[in-house]
């Protein structure tokens, strides 16, 4: 007698104590019904998981064809399971969300077999059982009878050699049960048929013989000595992947919330990568197009500094001095430029102003040099450029116009006071000047203050033709300031320690450059200006925000695979008990979890692409708001079309990321749960 299926000194252990049962050396037929019985807890439906390949026993083994299958590779399990034995639970185990038809026809559908083939063999089964009018039902809406029919008609579709059938009556009613009884005798003629149960009277009436479980024994009337095994039968294993697009959208329904929690938190995430790259770059071609479009950048304040050290102490002393002309023109040797002397004795960089009977606080005022019609008309976002040079006129930027409602033709009156002395002669002048806004312009308002522009050549002129009654008295009536001052420096006598220098029209950013080039080297003479303090401490900020972001984009990388991860994880909980049912019927362990992977990376994929999307309009959200707090236009520029001089290299390689992250963050959860017991997976929780 050959015998198809064999326990070899079986023991398994409960919980790491105690053993369930050992030593049990049980050899089964081709045929035949087999009932194990015993009470609860007793081990019943865990000897049914052994003899199965479902757990691994803790000593001993099961032997298919005499091969020990807790040795069998995972090709050969997968047919074993696919192929050899088929499983019929008390609580059904059908897929929900899935039909009659296609819950009977999927055991085939694993191994390979066509579709047409497949549901043609399941609609055989479905009318053998009474159920043909039912093929296109869900299973969910089925009774307790006719969904273990179901299970029946998808067990047997496979035609297995063994038929494991864990308390198959346990939920139905007599009629079913019965039913189901009658058709498990009638199967055992052509197979090997398992029968868990705890009903005696349904045992007796319906087995072939008993496996009795009591402590740590199985008691079984002897079948006589093992004969020769005959081998297994080699079969090619077709992989077929058609069954899993049904599951994966059944998938996508079940899990609605989670996968939409999921698209979410991608959908942010990647958006403030995104937004983050799109700031590291274009923050700094967005700086170089609000500085050339700034009416401040042609102007800059040139100081001469010598540091003198203090002998016995750390401090040192800093002495200001005007540098020379000579030395001006040899600094700035090469570039447009225009020395002037500085004037802000007589016109403060800053003065309170007023409008007909309203008062305001100090503000900057800022010397023009020449400025080409073409640069100035560019600026202007209100007014006109017209006879600039007069010191009639003045410009206003959008900071101060916004501030204090300033608007043009304007009339703005500014306090001319100064005392000025020339050999024992004191000259004091306490007078106003009234000016007309010309126009509003355009400037780099971070950090920036509300700034009147003036005419540099338009102050000396009104210097040069101002009334000095008691200094033209004592010196003649062709003196003046400008003549004074330089009558002083010949002296060796000043006013000021700087000179101011001025871009010709079509310098500015020669100039500019000059000064960012002068702040990294050594130098005697320091650059400033309120522009260029205000380039500099953005470009300052800019660097810290872009080292924080770059951490932040690390940060947000594992949150997100982490968020991503869990959410995939949670999917498959959700789902632990169908993954195990679909190896049980022959899936290979890698398509099942590829399943909640691919489900995982799908939510990941159109994250990123609903981001890719949207990151236009968000950036210029975004920008607009940078926009009014620091006058900068296209802060943020996400370089979609082209990066690395390569097309569309983001959207690829942004896509590509999404997959990996979600590849990555699913299946690193999902390789600790690899191991756990089939078992106890489908047991009832």
Sequence with gaps: MDYLLEARNLGIRYQGERFLFRHVNFAFPKTGLFAILGASGSGKSTLMHLLAGLETPTEGKVCFFGKDIAKFSSKQRRHFHGKMVAFLFQHYELLSGHSVLENVALPLLLTGVSVRKAKRRA????ARFGLETKSKEDVDVLSGGEKQRVALARALIADPKILFADEPTGALDSLSASFVMETLKQESKDRLVFLVSH????????????????????IMPALGECAHLVPSPKQRIKRSKGWKTSFLLSHFQEDGWKNILGFVSGYVGFSMLLLSLGFAY??????????SASLGYGYLELTKKERMGISGSELTLVK?????MEESEALFQGIGVSIERDYSFFFPSKNPFSRGNERFPASLFSPLGQVGPSRLASLIVEGSYGDFPSFRYLYVNESLASEYGIKVHDLIQVPFEFTFAYRGVSEEVSSSLEFEV????????????????????GLVETLRNFPLPKLQERFGASVNLPYLLDLQEKEGSFLSSSRWVFALPGEENALREFQRNARRESSAFELSSPSFEAEYSFLMLADALNSALALFGVIAAFSLSALLGMSGYSCFYSHKKEGAIL???????????????????????????????????????????????????????????????????????????????????????????????????????
């Design 123 to 126: 609609k055989e089964l479905l």
């Design 199 to 218: 009903n005696l009277p349904l045992v007796k009436q319906y087995a072939d013989s008993v496996i009795s479980l009591t402590g740590e024994e199985a």
């Design 320 to 324: 200001e001095t005007i540098p020379t």
């Design 438 to 457: 010309l126009g509003i312009c355009r400037d780099f308002a971070f950090m920036g203050s509300p700034t009147f522009y003036y005419s540099y050549d």
């Design 583 to 685: 190896r049980i019927l022959g899936a290979k362990e890698g398509d099942v979890s590829s399943l909640f992977v691919e489900e995982t990376m799908f939510v990941s994929f159109f994250s990123m692409l609903a981001s890719l999307l949207s990151v236009p309009s968000l950036s210029r959200l975004v920008n607009s708001y940078f926009f009014s707090e620091f006058g900068i236009a296209s802060l943020i520029r996400v370089p979609l079309s082209s990066l690395f001089g390569i097309p569309f290299f983001l959207p690829l390689a942004g896509l590509g990321v999404a997959l990996g992250i979600g590849f990555f963050s699913s299946w690193i959860p999902l390789t600790f749960h690899k191991n756990a017991s089939l078992g106890n997976e489908v047991r009832d929780e």
């Design 282 to 291: 274009g923050s700094t071609p967005a700086l170089e197009e609000s500085a």
